[in-house]
């Protein structure tokens, strides 16, 4: 299958200060790519959807001006996470849609674990 | 909005025998498809088997196959032999497929279900 990968695969930052994460689709474009977040041993939470070259659309109850998401390319969308506190503590992972030759499947990078101190 | 449910936390299984887990949802559309995700202790998502809604045949990957009961609202996940590999959680997911509908392409997920496997 295609391959998605994330950056960085952990980080920990201070509290106040802003943390970027990338999403890169390796082998294939993607128009659509997605930013969950999962705490331990729950679900996947949808947290927006990254679309290229337009804005995201957020889901209810998630902060935009707090998750800034960027799709400046159709293999590239970064999730910033801006003035994080340790309740943005969590485990980010995204997923790019790969609707090519008719396969219209979900890939999903590795995750990111924040830890906000 | 479609909700989906897995109504068992934690499932249990002897390598080499055979577990299902389970999985509801409630939708009023008719055009979907229906996923089960494999994240191992690594968290890296996999995708195990999906399901066309309009496919009346249920879908089989190896040793991993699906019942799926379109009335019923129904997409059990059936392994055989299970591995030791297998220990993971397992998530259920659901998919519009309807294009202009606003959750089309999203995946909503179930909360999971953790599999260990005994040898």
């Known amino acids: 299958g295609a391959v998605v990968s994330q950056h960085p695969s952990r980080v920990i930052c201070k509290s106040g200060t802003s943390v970027k994460i990338e999403c890169r689709s390796l082998?294939?474009?993607?128009?659509?790519m997605f930013w969950y977040r999962q705490f331990p041993k729950q679900s996947l939470m949808l947290m927006a959807t990254?679309?290229?070259?337009?804005?995201?659309?957020?889901e209810q109850g998630v902060e935009k001006d707090k998750f800034l998401i960027n799709h400046a390319s159709l293999t590239l969308s970064t999730l910033t996470v801006t003035s994080a506190h340790p309740e943005d503590s969590s485990f980010y992972i995204c997923?790019?849609?790969?609707?090519?030759?008719?396969?219209?499947?979900?890939?999903f990078g590795p995750g990111t674990r924040l830890t906000v101190l | 909005a479609q909700t989906v449910t897995q109504s068992q936390p934690e499932m249990s299984v002897q390598e080499a025998e055979t577990v299902t887990l389970s999985c509801t949802y409630d939708?009023?559309?008719?055009?979907?498809?229906l996923f089960w995700y494999k994240q191992p202790p690594s968290r890296q998502m996999i995708l195990v088997i999906r399901?066309?809604?309009?496919?009346?045949q249920n879908a089989t990957e190896n040793r991993f196959s699906v019942n799926f009961q379109k009335a019923a609202k129904s997409f059990s996940l059936k392994i055989s032999d299970s591995q030791l590999g297998d220990a993971a959680m397992y998530f259920c997911?659901?998919?519009?497929?309807?294009?202009?509908?606003?959750?089309?392409?999203?995946?909503?997920f179930g909360q999971g279900t953790i599999l260990t496997v005994h040898p």
């Open positions: 997923s790019a849609r790969d609707n090519g030759g008719g396969s219209d499947t979900q890939y």
């Open positions: 082998d294939f474009q993607a128009t659509t």
């Open positions: 990254s679309n290229e070259g337009s804005k995201a659309t957020y």
């Open positions: 939708t009023s559309e008719s055009d979907y498809y």
């Open positions: 399901q066309e809604a309009y496919k009346q």
């Open positions: 997911a659901y998919r519009s497929n309807n294009a202009g509908g606003t959750s089309y392409g999203k995946l909503t």
